[in-house]
């Protein structure tokens, strides 16, 4: 009863309210609501590792480009907890929200044109998701909002100021995401006269110039997020990439305001208005793009959220009207209505409630046994991103054949946890348990944990292939081991017994071909061995050596061509 009257009261209030004054009461709620839902939301493991990142503030990272990593930089100077990664993601929101709005509103903005704009923006389930959790999403959204915003303005008066604002606005969105790109690439091609202006030129060589720095980090690190993109992503085509692309889209959207969007972009083709067709171009063409690249892979539903901007602007425009107020009130409303409650939902539950959703538990019960000896995960990048977050204690991952490379590989933490004490904590249950290993049980998780005196990791030792040949039915390779670490390395040490094996992925498909045992000696610190392994030949596609621990199968060579192929 209580809740209807602070409603009946709000609505009387916003009846008499000046437009403008309405549109900031109603920011301010939406910024307060995704404050209230940082706060109590559990942290989603990836945002864990981006706060790792904005510990190590580089021009680049193996996954994304740096925004993020200033983002939770900024925020953890501030706030700790969820706040010290969220904060900022919750005001460039704020500012993401202003600036579609100047992007569209008239000069006498009505009241019903405010909550029009509020009703279309809050029923966008990703785009109101990105409003609190912190991915590189969050400032690719917000600087496409300013994109579209400087790009109105230039088409109303092409003025050197917002030519060079453009530049700088589009290299911001470089740095937060690659498929920025994407943004500029459907916008000129919706104004094919942007090629003749020289304005414009500057605009993209001033952007070219501010990205200079990422590249030169790309090149000094043999361009490991291209690789990650381009290459490591693809994957032997399958029907079901295609089919569910689409209903992936619904639920990023949400299906009415995507159908009417799609369908908005086909009866408005032909339109003359610039800004107009920019949105039309950048939403097609971005649907259809990830559409197509389905052939190499699956593609995240996440990948178009950036469309959520012009498509709030095309459906503001097209809903604001009188004979389609019917559209708004029973197609949109209700998805806006229901994501709202769910922001009212969330901080009501309680972080006590909410917490056992989350990894905090987990962490929790892993440093418990552990202490403070360094962890090493057998897992995934994100395990140790998440225990230093919620514990402050130190920890890195080993990558394997069977898992991608990540940021752990350029920082490269567990050089300095050779040869120490360590924890090596893994799944509970896996078809590659951990060697002498005990499986912890407790009320929030399972783990497996081994307590080792002297760590030997194997991820960094450098295999170089220097001859590889066909010898009837056996493939021989002389290869070349660099140990990079400060300490010996050992073929027969007691915890850590190495073997190597030739790995090879196809279509996604991985697997192995274990190399005869290798002979009982030492790698010296910093030092080379050369080695003769006479195998079974491998199919007609490229390979990898991989050293392996018994405790992680690591790849430590580039791919080597199949001499079969020749």
Not at 56 to 73: E, K, N, R, S
């Amino acid at each position: 009863m209580l809740r209807c009257l602070y409603i009946f009261i709000f609505c009387t209030f916003a009846a008499v309210m000046k437009p403008q004054r309405l549109f900031c009461i109603l920011l301010i709620l939406w910024v307060i609501a995704d404050l209230m839902v940082a706060i109590f939301t559990p942290l989603h493991a990836d945002e864990a590792y981006y706060a790792l990142y904005g510990r190590h503030l580089d021009w680049g990272y193996y996954d994304h480009p740096p925004m993020v990593a200033l983002l939770t930089a900024v925020s953890s100077a501030l706030f700790k907890g969820n706040l010290s990664v969220r904060f900022l993601t919750v005001l460039l929101h704020g500012g993401t929200l202003c600036l579609i709005w100047r992007s569209i509103v008239s000069e006498s903005p009505t009241r019903r044109d405010v909550l029009t704009f509020f009703a279309v923006a809050a029923s966008f389930v990703m785009f109101s998701v990105y409003g609190f959790v912190t991915t590189p999403d969050a400032p690719l959204l917000f600087f496409t909002a300013l994109f579209f915003f400087l790009y109105r303005r230039y088409l109303d008066k092409p003025a050197w100021p917002l030519a060079l604002a453009l530049g700088v606005t589009l290299a911001a969105m470089l740095y937060s995401k690659y498929m920025a790109v994407l943004v500029l690439g459907f916008v000129v091609l919706s104004n094919p006269k942007l090629l003749k202006d020289p304005k414009a030129w500057v605009a993209l060589l001033v952007a070219a110039v501010l990205f200079v720095p990422h590249i030169v980090w790309q090149f000094r690190n043999d361009f490991p997020s291209f690789q990650y993109h381009l290459a490591d992503r693809s994957r032997q085509f399958m029907l079901r990439y295609p089919l569910e692309y689409i209903p992936n889209q619904l639920l990023v959207f949400n299906p009415v305001c995507l159908a009417l969007a799609l369908w908005i972009c086909w009866k408005r083709r032909n339109t003359d208005d610039l800004f107009e067709r920019a949105g039309i171009f950048t939403i097609a063409g971005f649907i259809l793009f990830f559409w197509v690249m389905t052939v190499r892979g699956h593609a995240e539903p996440h990948w178009t959220v950036a469309v959520s901007i012009p498509m709030i602007i095309l459906l503001y425009r097209a809903l604001r009207t009188p004979e389609r107020r019917n559209l708004l009130v029973r197609g949109v409303v209700p998805f806006a209505v229901l994501l709202v409650l769910g922001r009212i939902v969330l901080p009501v539950l309680g972080s006590e409630k909410l917490h056992l959703i989350g990894n905090q538990p987990r962490m929790a019960d892993i440093q418990r046994y552990c202490g403070d000896t360094p962890v090493v995960f057998t897992t995934s990048f994100q395990d140790p991103s998440l225990y230093w977050f919620y514990t402050g204690k130190e920890a890195t991952v080993i990558s394997s054949f069977y898992s991608r490379r990540t940021q752990f590989d350029l920082w490269q933490s567990d050089l300095e946890l050779q040869g120490k004490r360590v924890c090596l904590v893994g799944e509970s249950e896996t078809k590659r348990p951990i060697p002498g290993s005990e499986i912890i049980r407790t009320p929030n998780t399972a783990f497996a944990m081994r307590e080792v005196e002297a760590f030997q990791g194997a991820n960094r030792l450098a295999v170089t292939v220097t001859k590889c040949r066909i010898d009837g039915d056996t493939m021989r390779l002389e290869m070349n081991i660099h140990n990079p670490y400060t300490l010996d390395y050992r073929f027969h040490h007691p915890d850590f017994p190495t073997v190597l094996f030739l790995g090879f992925i196809r279509d996604g498909f991985h697997d192995a071909i274990m190399c005869p045992e290798l002979p009982d000696i030492a790698i010296p610190a910093g030092g080379d061995v050369t080695l003769t392994q006479s195998v079974s030949p491998l199919p007609d596609f490229p390979f990898v050596v991989c050293v392996d621990n018994y405790v992680c199968r690591s790849v430590n060579s580039k791919p080597i061509k199949s001499p079969l192929t020749e």
